[in-house]
């Protein structure tokens, strides 16, 4: 083989020494021809002649005296180059750069240094690089018309070229810039060439060179990507910038087709490299700043502490290795009788403490108590109102705004790149979850209108509702409002939100009464009503098929308790195992109204601790003892969080660090935002550890939050809540904005329904937290209210791409960010988005499945990884897997 390689290498020498000798006599023939030319032509260009010929003289002697000198041949390249120019009338520049290269490589292999060769080689690049534009470059050379071309390489021999350029970049000293802007004429070429030919070359080239400069070279190459993104475009280094992209479209030159759709797909999106930002200046923080971070420091550890972990992460109890779609189970809500646990539970102060016997004395899981929770609400609510943190957080912010703005000018081709070299997947067959939709308004207002005709066409006798003493049929339901299935229309219906709901929360929920009726909201849109709820059961599965149908949706619908009697847990379970209401693409959330006010004022509760009583003892029944509500148990498994809802903007009365206990709280007022907080988050946290102790899924607290109202609000859910839906207001505080970065909280933002009810379209965050790499994602809320298309999750989706201008780069991510909010199974997301998702950057990405490049998500990972070491002032330990 080695042998074989040296044979080839001396006949390569030998060759192009042929071709060069030969290349010389007919350019000097050329230059003969023309000089007779001249002369005959006006005698005053004698003197020019002269001159010419002095030059060329004096750089046969340099070239003559020098044994390689690299200062020679840039002169001598130099000179050859003006000459050029002063020929030329193209506008494009000749490829001097690469001329210059290969000259320094035959220089420097061969220790010779003939002008002959010099020129010879020049040709055939010039030849090489203008393709398109032979013709102009003869011209410019003088070429009289008749003689042939200079063409000493056959054709084939473009990518070796190429190569031959780039090692000998390697040898120069001054090589870096050179050295990358070759190599990305060699990998640009990959768009035009037959990227295995060219590899194959460049192999039997380098083992015929035996130069080990080369393949120190070729390694540096590799592993410097830095400077060349994944087009093969080199970031302009000095004299690189010469060399222009081949493969951008819209390239000064213009004459290099754009790479066909099939040569996109071969390139492996995974070895997609970018341009990563050196501008993050050696960040030593002031002294001040350094307070700042510490402070920060602690609020993350404070929540860090408050926080249910799961003890054994998911993917470590179920290890995926079959990548087959995850199979559907057949009968979701079958029930096997489970055994009842010894385990003790009791309500102390208004939060669920568990034993594990009757007889025993020690607490099984330790829960933060109020008087801590409110204290440390408060040391919260102090920092982020602090002048100096507010300045460095909101600095922070703006940074990293202006570094994903600079990532994105430099790297957007190279992403849609990548996204174009990803097969099959494209924005509308990545998963996306809505993770933040409201069950009783899951259908949009056609849908519903629609249903409502065919129950009056179908089923006009079914009686419905009991009103005023009477029971009353569909028909004389709609008898009774003077209503006819045939006058019905979406404007009479009158569902949806308009310009009287903004700011109106109250007009927003009366929206809810189809026909402003709230009998017909009963019928329709309850579960606890006289047909069980068999209307908005029937009508749900329509929504459910439509998710299967669309195949890449999910949702994870918000289905109320109220907390007004204990029962309303059976009622709903049953209601959702009865109706047979299970979707793959389906999971629920539990939403709290937090209506004790009106409760109190109705008297259905005495105290606050009814509420909770009503709320959280049937959940500890049913998880010590199964069997005591089978359908709960089983309705749990598809329960993945718990949500608090309503109007936050209602003026409250901050908690102090002294709070009534729920008991205590019997006087009419509605507790403020975060003692509702507090108490679901204590409860659910001793649920969540006694479950997991059980081998029981368990129930992520995720609230709306931030929507309206308080700062405070995002506070309390920053310590205690997994992911918050809304978060607007996120906008009023950098510090707990930062914080929300730092800590990745999901924000489930739904920008329409901000539109309708809190804030305008163009004023909404989204954009500027998706800017800032906050985990964002794109939500519906009430698709009854405000979306108009039958995929309310994909309009969400359009109008924020249109408006804020969302590459398909951006919106793959934000889909993304969905699924990883979303509480589905760890079967399903590593199906959806990659089997390795819950690691951090580029290693949790599959780009097959998820449709985003790793460039995007190296960029996020490396950006939040400076800012935690920032914040942590170089200590931070980043463990390589997200936490759940
Ligand atoms: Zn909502």
Not at 270 to 286: A, D, G, M, Q, W
Not at 398 to 415: G, I, P, R, T, Y
């Amino acid at each position: 083989m080695d042998e074989y390689a040296v044979h080839l290498a001396i006949a390569a020498i030998a060759g192009a020494s042929v071709v060069a000798i030969s290349a010389y006599f007919m350019h000097r023939k050329t230059l003969a021809q023309i000089l007779e030319f001249a002369r005959s032509m006006e005698k005053e260009r004698d003197r020019v002649k002269e001159k010419d010929a002095k030059e060329n003289s004096t750089l046969l002697e340099e070239s003559a005296g020098n044994a390689g000198g690299m200062y020679h041949y840039k002169r001598r390249n130099h000179l050859s180059r003006r000459r050029i120019a002063i020929g030329r009338t193209s506008a494009s520049l000749p490829d001097v750069t690469v001329a210059r290269k290969m000259n320094g490589t035959e220089g420097e292999e061969r220790g010779i240094g003939s002008d002959a060769e010099v020129v010879s080689t020049e040709m055939v690049f010039k030849d090489d690089d203008d393709d398109d534009d032979d013709d102009d470059y003869y011209k410019g050379m003088g070429v009289p018309p008749g003689l042939p071309k200079v063409q000493t390489f056959p054709k084939v021999s473009n990518s070796i070229k190429r190569i031959v350029g780039h090692v000998t970049k390697e040898s120069s000293p001054k090589s870096p810039a050179t050295c990358t802007s070759t190599f990305d004429s060699l990998e640009g070429s990959d768009d035009e060439d037959n990227v295995e030919n060219n590899a194959e070359i460049h192999g039997s080239y380098l083992e015929a060179d035996e130069n080990a400069e080369d393949t120190e070279c070729n390694t540096f190459i590799q592993t410097m990507p830095d400077h060349i993104d994944a087009n093969g475009n080199p970031i302009p280094l000095g004299s690189a910038n010469i060399i222009r992209s081949h493969s951008k479209s819209g390239d000064l030159h213009g004459v290099q087709p754009d790479p066909i759709a099939a040569d996109i797909l071969r390139k492996e999106p995974e070895h997609e490299t970018f341009i990563r930002l050196k501008i993050t200046p050696n960040e030593i923080p002031s002294m001040d700043e350094a307070e700042a971070y510490m402070v920060l420091q602690e609020c993350l550890q404070l929540r860090e502490d408050y926080l249910f972990m799961e003890e054994v992460a998911p993917w470590e109890k179920e290890v995926i290795t079959d990548p087959s779609t995850p199979k559907a189970n057949p009968n979701p809500f079958s029930y096997t009788s489970e055994k009842k646990t010894d385990h003790y539970f009791q309500m102390e102060d208004g939060v669920v403490q568990v034993y594990a016997n009757k007889s025993s004395k020690d607490k099984l899981f330790n829960v933060v108590d109020a008087t801590t929770f409110f204290t440390d609400l408060h040391r919260i609510l102090r920092i982020i109102a602090s002048g100096n943190i507010r300045s460095v957080c909101h600095r922070r912010l703006v940074l990293l705004e202006q570094k994903f703005n600079l990532h994105v000018m430099l790297n957007s081709d190279a992403e849609f790149l990548a996204q174009k070299s990803a097969p099959h997947r494209d924005f509308y067959n990545v998963r996306k979850v809505d993770t933040h939709v409201h069950h009783s308004a899951c259908m949009n207002q056609k849908h519903l209108l629609r249903f409502i005709k065919s129950k009056l066409r179908k089923e006009p006798d079914e009686v419905v509702i009991f009103r005023d003493g009477t029971y009353l049929t569909l028909k004389e339901v709609f008898e009774s409002l003077d209503l006819t299935g045939y006058d019905l229309n979406v404007d009479l219906l009158d569902v949806h939100a308009d310009k009287s709901t903004f700011h109106r929360f109250d007009k927003f929920n009366l929206k809810y009464n189809p026909c402003g009726q709230s009998r017909l909201r009963e019928i329709f849109l309850k579960q606890d009503n006289l047909i069980q709820g068999r209307f908005l059961g029937e009508v749900t599965k329509q929504v459910f098929s439509d998710l299967t149908a669309s195949k890449y949706q999910m949702a994870e619908y918000r289905i109320s308790i109220y907390g007004r009697k204990q029962s309303e847990w059976d009622q709903l379970a049953s209601w959702i195992v009865n109706n047979d209401l299970y979707s793959e693409n389906v999971v629920w959330l539990i939403q709290l109204p937090r209506l004790y006010n009106i409760y109190k004022g109705m008297g259905i509760v005495t105290s606050f601790q009814n509420i909770l009583d009503n709320i959280f003892l049937p959940l500890f029944e049913v998880t010590v003892d199964p069997d005591s509500h089978p359908q709960l148990h089983v309705f749990l498994k598809k329960v993945v969080g718990f949500d608090l809802v309503d109007d936050e903007s209602k003026p409250e009365r901050r908690p102090t660090k002294h709070m009534p206990t729920p008991e205590q709280w019997t006087n009419v007022f509605n507790p403020a935002f975060s003692y509702y907080v507090y108490y679901c988050y204590a409860n659910l946290y001793t649920l969540n550890k006694l479950r997991e102790s059980k081998g029981l899924s368990t129930i992520k607290l995720r609230p709306h939050t931030g929507e309206a109202g308080d700062i405070d609000h995002l506070a309390a859910s920053f310590l205690t809540s997994h992911a918050i839906a809304h978060g607007i207001n996120l906008r009023k505080s950098p510090v707990l904005q930062y914080l929300y970065y730092l800590a990745q909280i999901g924000l489930a933002m739904s920008p329409l329904s901000n539109n309708s009810l809190f804030l305008d379209y163009q004023r909404n965050p989204f954009q500027t937290f998706f800017l800032r790499g906050l985990n964002v994602s794109l939500s519906t809320d009430d698709p009854l209210q405000i979306h108009l298309t039958k995929e309310p999750l994909v309009e969400e989706y359009s109008i924020a791409a249109s408006v804020w201008k969302l590459s398909s780069c951006d919106l793959c991510e934000i889909a993304r960010n969905s699924v990883y909010q979303s509480g589905f199974s760890h079967a399903l997301k590593s199906h959806w988005i990659g089997k390795s998702y819950y690691k951090r950057g580029p290693d949790g990405n599959d780009i097959h499945k998820t449709n985003v490049p790793h460039i995007r998500l190296e960029f996020r990972d490396m950006l939040w990884r400076d800012e935690m070491q920032l914040v942590y002032l170089g200590n931070a330990d980043i463990p390589d897997e997200i936490p759940t």
